[in-house]
């Protein structure tokens, strides 16, 4: 969904270069491939066993330190893409972090965002109780909401030119960043346990008077010994 709100600005803007960066074992190039084959212009993926067992806080260090060293080779990035939270921890930390670490304005749960042209994003961001417009100049990063676009498909050419693009593999010794900021070390917090949720049976539905409701309410919880 980040992809697609950065793409969509580059199909109109003639200047624009989406670099996609991620943090992750090798296998991860495959996705990297996928962006291209969408319509981005280059992948990095940053994999080395030093940043194994990041949390949240040392994901982000990595990340930025990552893309500093992109700012360092090519110039300062106007936009910073990132998606709303991943789909294990559920988090939604490691984007507003980054923004953090980077000293930039941040608009995270974007559902949708319009361009002036020059440096100016009028955004509308998701809030718990309805919408929010927000007005921000770049450089900036967003977080995207899935709700708020549909990710194009891989194009036939795309997939084809992908592989003429080797994705470029960063280790830790290509980035500048303290080793006791990322990996196991870096991290402050810790994955005690991790379970699949319990399945709840069906409910009951009952189509009653308010006083026999709460008779039938009083009994459940009685036969549950919760009163």
Same mark, same amino acid.
């Given at each position: %969904?980040? =992809? $697609?709100? #950065?793409? &969509?600005?580059?199909? *109109?803007?003639?200047?624009?270069?989406?670099?996609?960066?991620?943090?992750?074992?090798?296998?991860?190039?495959?996705?990297?491939?996928?962006?291209?084959?969408?319509?981005?212009?280059?992948?990095?993926?940053?994999?080395?066993?030093?940043?194994?067992?990041?949390?949240?806080?040392?994901?982000? %260090?990595? =990340? $930025?330190? #990552?893309? &500093?060293?992109?700012? *360092?080779?090519?110039?300062?990035?106007?936009?910073?893409?990132?998606?709303?939270?991943?789909?294990?921890?559920?988090?939604?930390?490691?984007?507003?972090?980054?923004?953090?670490?980077?000293?930039?304005?941040?608009?995270?749960?974007?559902?949708?965002?319009?361009?002036?042209?020059?440096?100016?994003?009028?955004?509308?961001?998701?809030?718990?109780?309805?919408?929010?417009?927000?007005?921000?100049?770049?450089?900036?990063?967003?977080?995207?909401?899935?709700?708020?676009?549909?990710?194009?498909?891989?194009?036939?050419?795309?997939?084809?030119?992908?592989?003429?693009?080797?994705?470029?593999?960063?280790?830790?010794?290509?980035?500048?960043?303290?080793?006791?900021?990322?990996?196991?070390?870096?991290?402050?917090?810790?994955?005690?346990?991790?379970?699949?949720?319990?399945?709840?049976?069906?409910?009951?539905?009952?189509?009653?008077?308010?006083?026999?409701?709460?008779?039938?309410?009083?009994?459940?919880?009685?036969?549950?010994?919760?009163?």
């Amino acid at each position: %969904n980040a =992809l $697609e709100e #950065a793409l &969509k600005i580059k199909d *109109k803007y003639d200047d624009v270069t989406v670099t996609v960066i991620s943090m992750g074992p090798p296998q991860a190039q495959d996705l990297l491939f996928e962006c291209i084959a969408m319509g981005a212009d280059e992948g990095i993926l940053i994999s080395d066993r030093a940043v194994g067992g990041s949390d949240t806080w040392a994901t982000s %260090n990595t =990340l $930025e330190a #990552a893309i &500093k060293k992109w700012e *360092k080779e090519n110039g300062p990035a106007d936009l910073i893409f990132a998606g709303r939270q991943a789909i294990d921890g559920d988090t939604a930390q490691v984007g507003p972090q980054i923004a953090e670490h980077l000293d930039l304005p941040q608009v995270t749960y974007v559902e949708s965002l319009t361009f002036d042209g020059n440096k100016t994003f009028t955004v509308k961001k998701s809030m718990e109780d309805g919408y929010q417009m927000v007005q921000v100049d770049t450089p900036c990063v967003f977080t995207a909401l899935a709700s708020g676009v549909k990710p194009r498909y891989m194009s036939v050419r795309g997939i084809v030119e992908a592989y003429n693009h080797p994705i470029e593999t960063w280790t830790y010794n290509d980035i500048t960043v303290d080793d006791q900021k990322i990996g196991l070390n870096g991290s402050p917090t810790r994955v005690f346990k991790s379970f699949t949720k319990g399945v709840k049976a069906a409910g009951q539905i009952y189509e009653v008077d308010p006083a026999e409701a709460v008779d039938i309410i009083i009994s459940k919880l009685k036969e549950k010994f919760i009163i």
